[in-house]
Structure formats: C-alpha cells, structure tokens
C-alpha cells in the first residue's frame, strides 16, 4: 500500500535549484565570496586586492613609497581592452619594506576602497589553466 505516492500513482515534483528556489522566495541567490587568502611576506613582492579599477601605476608608487622603497608596480589588465581587473603587484626593495607595507596599507581606504595587501604568491602556487 502506498501512501505517500497519491493513491499508487506517482506524484511528480519538480526539483528546483537552490538559485531558482531563492528567486522563487524574493532572494538574491547568494554566490560564494572570493576573499583572497592572506599570504605570508617572504618575498618583497606584494599582491594589492579590491583595487579601485581608476587606480594607475603611479598611484600605486606614490601610496607605496611612502612605507618603503618601491622598485615596481604593476595594475592588471584585460589585455583585450587594457581596463584594470582590480589588483595589482607591487615589488619592494626589501622584505622589511613589503612587511611594512602590509603592516600599513592593508585595509586602508585608497581612492574609495580597502586595500588588501599581502605576500604575493610564488610561481610555483599557481595553477596551470
């Protein structure tokens, strides 16, 4: 005897995705937040996040040589429309220095956004795509 079933006859339900249940409830489907992980400075290389997409290389070097010595700064690109993807590299002069920077710039406000500054990942912590 089956009771659940609706008299012997399956009862088809529709599965419904998370996302499409929260649009059904008057939500935004959440997506998974993409916060960098905090790497240690072992190098003087640094990796600069939630960059403002206005910001250049020389605003970069200006806000840098005031913790430390800046020998680079690079600000990512599309390379098909040259628009910044939001972060940057910034090379010290020493790891002193790149610890200073962290130390300093980290959450700090630059041009309408907190920074987030850290180590930058080695080469060999990169995936291959």
């Known amino acids: 005897m089956d009771l659940f079933t609706g008299g012997g006859k399956p009862v088809a339900r529709p599965v419904q995705q998370p996302q499409a249940q929260a649009r059904v409830n008057g939500l935004q489907p959440s997506r998974p937040s993409h916060k960098p992980e905090a790497v240690e400075v072992t190098t003087p290389r640094l990796y600069v996040g ?27 690109t599309y390379r098909h429309n040259q628009r910044s993807k939001g972060f940057a590299f910034v090379q010290m002069n020493t790891v002193d220095e790149a610890k200073r920077a962290v130390e300093e710039l980290h959450d700090k406000e630059f041009l309408g956004r907190k920074l987030v500054v850290s180590g930058a990942k080695s080469s060999e912590h990169h995936s291959v795509d």
């Open 50 to 76: 939630n960059l403002s997409f206005d910001a250049t290389e020389s605003d970069l070097f200006e806000l840098f040589n005031g913790v430390g010595a800046v020998q680079n700064a690079e600000v990512v």
